[in-house]
Nanobody, 122 residues
Framework: QVQLVESGGGLVQAGGSLRLSCAAS????????VGWFRQAPGKEREFVAR????????DYADSVKGRFAISRDFAKNVLYLQMNSLKPEDTAVYYC???????????????WGQGTQVTVSS
């Protein structure tokens, strides 16, 4: 079993930066593919970024490519999402997820955090 807890969300002005963290418990986290998703009000949950179990492969949604960076700290069992040049359209609840195959589909992920709110003002 893996438990995920996100933190680092908040209110930021457009053009600003935030770093989200996802702290994981469970010995198997380091062997899992992990990712970030987000869900804005009235919209479906969408893929943001993912990193594979070894940290050697990353993938980003076109909307965040070049602005966001996903990384993981194996020693601390933490997943990060560095978000730069934030835009109002990045406003959403951000979720970390783990498990399953390397994929952009939320259905492939087994474990989910409770989410952290990111609000970008214009």
């Amino acid at each position: 079993q893996v438990q995920l807890v996100e933190s680092g969300g908040g209110l930021v002005q457009a053009g600003g930066s935030l770093r989200l963290s996802c702290a994981a418990s469970g010995r198997t986290f380091s062997s899992l593919n992990v990712g970030w998703f987000r869900q804005a009000p009235g919209k479906e949950r969408e893929f943001v970024a993912r990193i594979n179990w070894s940290g050697g492969s990353t993938d980003y949604a076109d909307s965040v490519k070049g602005r966001f960076a996903i990384s993981r700290d194996f020693a601390k069992n933490v997943l990060y999402l560095q978000m730069n040049s934030l835009k109002p359209e990045d406003t959403a609840v951000y979720y970390c997820a783990a498990g399953g195959r390397v994929s952009r589909s939320s259905y492939e992920y087994v474990y989910w955090g409770q989410g952290t709110q990111v609000t970008v003002s214009s």
